[in-house]
């Protein structure tokens, strides 16, 4: 029987546009209420089931409302109606560099965003190893996150995801960055998640990577 991890009924997340700065203020403070702004839906009425160990491709136009999805799930926004549940630890890679602190060094991050995650110390040490040697960045752990490039950044928060050893993976177009050999490696470890019973949310517009990995 499936168990489903991630449900999502009936999810909306609207906006406020205005046409101009002054109709924010004018709208707060007009004394009959009345709206100066357009209704934005980046989601409406969105229902949604994942079951464990399922690889979910979501695909779509810029503007469509992907990485908004990945956020209610994830718990980094709040829908404006509808409900989420989920079940089991959640790691998301929805920027990079998202939870690292650019002043820390590379070292200092896994400790930081391990602990962010709920870690603790002597947890972090026991697998601190295997982060670096995922990330091949050994020559520039000690150097500030702030001196790494974009690739070297999405490296380091890959190799702290999949080592932390979450129940759902949420990736937001992360893999497209960074060189060809690390992507296939980072491909093959989604590949050991799912073999042992992970979930994996996967935003990408490479259709070819969606094909290859993905479930449904």
């Known amino acids: ?3 489903s991890v991630i449900q999502l009924k009936d999810i909306s997340k609207k906006y406020n546009l205005y046409n101009k700065r002054l109709d924010r203020l004018k ?6 209420s009345r709206s100066y702004h357009n209704d934005f839906f980046a989601l409406k009425n969105i229902n949604l089931n994942v079951n464990r160990g399922e690889i979910l491709g979501i695909v779509g136009k810029n503007g469509s409302g992907k990485s908004t999805l990945l956020q209610i799930v994830s718990g980094v926004l709040t829908p404006t109606g509808g409900t989420v549940v989920t079940k089991g630890m959640i790691v998301a890679l929805l920027e990079l560099g998202m939870g690292f602190n650019p002043e ?7 400790y930081f965003y391990s602990a962010l995650l709920g870690y603790k110390r002597e947890q972090i ?10 990330s091949e960045l050994e020559d520039f752990i000690n150097q500030p996150i702030k001196t ?8 380091l928060a890959f190799s702290v995801s999949v080592n932390v050893d979450p ?13 060809e050999l690390f992507r296939r490696k980072c491909y093959a470890r989604m ?10 949310l996967f935003v990408s517009h490479v259709a070819q990577s969606i094909n290859e990995l993905c479930t449904r």
């Open 1 to 3: 029987m499936n168990e």
């Open 27 to 32: 709208e707060s403070l007009d004394p009959r």
């Open 104 to 110: 820390f060094t590379g070292l200092e991050n896994i």
């Open 125 to 134: 040490d026991a697998i601190v190893n295997d982060i670096i040697e995922f």
């Open 148 to 155: 790494y490039s974009s690739g070297m950044k999405a490296r």
């Open 167 to 179: 129940e759902i993976l949420i990736l937001d177009e992360v893999l497209s960055v960074g060189d």
């Open 191 to 200: 590949e050991d998640f799912f073999r042992g019973g992970k979930t994996i």
